[in-house]
């Protein structure tokens, strides 16, 4: 796992990363050439074509988020459309599916739980452990921002994490075809979200641009939480329960009308089994600490494809991080690898 601090403006960003990355950039470009040549069929040149496509929107509509993309290119040694190519990974992967094709999606399980002296966010994140060598965590400075505290892989300019903020955003992937270049790509909605000085704000803006891909993300802050089930055609918010609680994993819990989706049958029960262990731990006083709301992310009921997932055996993928936030307080536990067989636990604090 990396752990590296970037800033200045978005180019110097961007070229921070990619110096620092190159190697992992490498390596992420490798593994996603044979990932999407697997489920799509196509090869790198085929994918670049794509990229090229996404590349002239972002760079029209979002230019700051393309300096950075364009400063990782220079600092790595990659071209610009390499690095979109990682940055619209979930587009590319799910959105170009060949056919019917059993592949994994990344994300996992997701909860969100407002206590009364709390407010906790959290998710494992699972994924393919050829990738887990070029995840790590990002902190990114940038003048006039909040600070962000990114848990993403080499070259994505956004994913999973928190800022200075107070604001917090967990992701589930789900497997539906389609995407729309006009729309935001997933890594950058999540970046976006990050850079937000509130909750409602990213929402907001989330919602009134629109999403390129499939895919759940819940942003959060200690005032407001939004739950947000995506396609490339549709947004509905999911509220929380009568206990404060959003749960999510690899699956539509929505009806979204004209949208051919394929989930992941595993999503199902894991769903089923993280709101029995909330009911339990609601049942035992409830979630105290962040160390508290952390066990509930390590649970092996239905191994290998548990909420603390293995690859093996049936499951094409594993827990690589999980991640646990306290955004009343502005804090964070990281676990790289699984709970049950941490590799190093990291924390996050920005100043309350």
């Known amino acids: 796992m990396f752990a590296i601090q970037c800033e200045g403006t978005p180019y110097e960003v961007g070229f921070q990363h990619g110096a620092a990355l190159t190697a992992q950039i490498q390596d992420s470009v490798d593994f996603y050439t044979w990932m999407f040549k697997k489920y799509t069929g196509k090869d790198w040149k ?22 950075e993309i364009r400063g990782i290119a220079a600092g790595s040694g990659h071209s610009i459309e390499d690095i979109v190519a990682l940055n619209v990974r979930t587009e590319i992967a799910y959105g170009l599916l060949a056919a019917y094709i059993n592949v994994p999606v990344d994300g996992c399980t997701t909860l969100f739980w407002r ?40 070259g994505i300019i956004g994913k999973i994490g928190m800022n200075s903020s107070g604001v917090g955003i967990c ?59 995506f396609t490339s055609k549709t947004c509905l918010r999911l509220r929380a329960d009568n206990e404060h609680r959003i749960f999510h994993s690899n699956h539509m819990i929505e009806k979204h009308e004209g949208i051919c989706e394929d989930p992941e049958a595993d999503s199902f029960p894991r769903l089923q089994r993280m709101r029995q262990i909330a009911d339990e731990q609601l049942l035992a006083g409830g979630v105290k600490s962040l160390s508290s709301f952390q066990t ?8 290998p494809v548990s909420i603390c997932r293995f690859q093996e055996g049936v499951s094409e993928d594993a827990t690589l991080f999980n991640i646990v936030m306290d ?14 067989k941490p590799e190093g636990v990291y924390s996050v604090a920005f100043d309350a």
């Open 327 to 340: 955004l009343s307080k502005k804090e964070a536990l990281v676990t790289f690898g699984k709970l049950c």
């Open 296 to 303: 509930l992310f390590d649970d092996h009921d239905g191994f």
């Open 46 to 67: 085929d994918i670049l074509v794509v990229a090229e496509e996404f590349a002239g929107q972002i760079g029209h509509r979002w230019p700051r988020f393309y300096d």
């Open 115 to 154: 206590t009364g002296e709390s407010v906790f966010l959290g998710q494992n994140w699972d994924w393919m452990e050829q990738q887990k060598r070029n995840a790590g965590l990002m902190t990114i400075k940038s003048p006039g921002l909040p600070t962000l505290k990114i848990m993403t892989e080499a």
């Open 171 to 229: 992701m589930n992937a789900i497997r539906s075809t389609g995407y729309d270049s006009g729309r935001i790509p997933v890594h950058l909605a999540m970046r976006m979200a990050l850079e937000c000085q509130t909750a409602t704000q990213a929402a907001e803006l989330l919602q009134n641009i629109g999403v390129a891909g499939s895919v759940h993300l819940l942003v959060a802050d200690v005032s407001n939480a939004f739950s947000f089930e």
